[in-house]
């Protein structure tokens, strides 16, 4: 008996991603915001807030590199977590949508795939945000809840996926935000 690959859609629209992924970190935010205001107060993150905000060239950079952070941390997690070559990586911008991206062109195993799409949520949003939490400084935090803020597109397809099976094979939606699980279907042979 042969099998062929069948492809089952987990993904949603770069619109619905944007949508959607606007609430989906919403309790991470609120988290972070309860722990940083419980230990500096409402008047310390407001008054240092202000202060970071001051220097709006050095804000637009950071925002600019965060973006580029962003999109690099999924396709080097995906490489690497995955064992892709950096040949197998497609970075980009879609200008229909105003959305940079990274997409793997090559089939990944599901948990390098949820590593990848998970990385820059963490690494950019929830490290400094709870960094900040220690040292007080809010211009972290503000980087940190608008890097959560700008991977609940990535938070949402994780959600997708949560039903998948582990050891699962996925392939990387070339134009929406999620994935294909690839499954094996039996085809009997005409006689």
Known sequence: METTMEKRDHSVSVGEAH??????????IA????????????????RESFVALSNGAASIM???????AHELLHGLAWGYFGRKPLCA???????????PYAHCKEPLPL?????????PGVVLGFVPAIISVFTGDA??????????LAAGGDFLVLWLLRAVPAG????????RAGCFVLESKPVALGV
């Not at 949508?19 to 991470?28: C, N, V």
């Not at 722990?35 to 107060?41: A, H, K, T, Y």
């Not at 948990?111 to 990385?119: M, T």
């Open 19 to 28: 949508l959607y992924g606007m609430l989906t970190p919403l309790p991470f």
């Open 31 to 46: 988290l972070l915001v309860a722990l940083f205001v419980s230990v500096w107060g409402w008047e310390h993150l407001v």
């Open 62 to 68: 950071a925002l600019l590199v965060g973006v580029v």
């Open 89 to 99: 990586l497609k970075f980009g911008f879609q200008w229909k949508t105003l959305t």
């Open 111 to 119: 948990d390098a795939y949820r590593l990848g799409s998970a990385a």
């Open 139 to 148: 211009g972290s935090l503000l980087f940190g809840l608008l890097f959560t």
């Open 168 to 175: 699962s094979l996925v392939e990387d939606h070339p134009t």
